[in-house]
């Protein structure tokens, strides 16, 4: 079973806070991915990454940056949070190179910036 | 980029009865299909999926049909139940491209 496990479901910060969410996955995935859920919005890609040290921006990356340092470890930064920010935030991991398959998702992040 | 449409928005169905969504996409470059299932609370799941060189794919009681030259595919749920509930997003990508683009969702609630 794949397991993806993301480090916070749920956060509260402030306005300008600098605000980390972490993504862990213990199968080997090249690629992974940071969406956001908003209601009526759907799932919208802020980036995702098929390599260690790899990026590449999705459709809404502005207000957002990544990291990724180790194969199973995917991070979302928020630089400067803001309340336009408050949202659910997906990570997935896929194992297929170069081809689309199967996302398998975390649990989920709920962020709430007051 | 991709650009994929759900409809209908929300989606009542009776116990037993079936329920369709369809969805629309613009790239003609996509051939993947794959459909999502979102419980309450949960994460979103991968509950079926087709390529572009088949019409139609089963399993179980859902299946899903693509039109290619028309642009849509369309979730089908027979003899649904209360855990069918629940949103349903679809999505579409090229093969070789790892940036699916999801609709927006269809809320499907089964009547018992």
């Known amino acids: 079973d794949v397991k993806v496990t993301q480090s916070s479901r749920y956060l509260v910060k402030r306005t300008g806070e600098k605000v980390f969410l972490e993504c862990v996955q213990d199968m080997d995935h090249e690629n992974m991915f940071w969406y956001r859920q908003d209601p009526g919005l759907g799932l919208r890609l802020i980036y995702f990454?098929?390599?260690?040290?790899?990026?590449e921006k999705g459709d809404i990356p502005e207000g957002y940056s990544v990291s990724r340092e180790k194969k199973e470890r995917f991070s979302l930064i928020l630089e400067s949070a803001s309340t336009n920010q408050t949202s659910m935030y997906l990570c997935a991991t896929t194992w297929t190179s170069g081809g689309a398959g199967e996302l398998f998702f975390g649990e989920g992040s709920r962020l709430t910036v007051l | 980029g991709e650009n994929v449409e759900q409809h209908p928005s929300t989606l009542s169905v009776q116990e037993g009865d079936s329920a369709v969504i369809k969805c629309t996409y613009s790239d003609s470059a996509s051939n993947y299909f794959p459909w999502y299932k979102q419980e309450l609370g949960k994460r979103p799941q991968l509950i079926i999926d087709?390529?572009?060189?088949?019409g139609e794919k089963k399993d179980q009681r859902i299946a899903v049909t693509l039109n290619k030259t028309a642009k849509h595919f369309s979730l089908h749920i027979t003899e649904t139940q209360p855990e069918d509930s629940a949103v349903y997003f679809c999505?579409?990508?090229?093969?070789?491209?790892?940036?699916?683009?999801f609709g927006k969702g269809n809320q499907v609630v089964v009547i018992p």
């Open positions: 990454s098929y390599d260690v040290k790899m990026k």
């Open positions: 087709i390529r572009s060189n088949v």
């Open positions: 999505a579409a990508s090229p093969w070789g491209n790892n940036r699916l683009a």
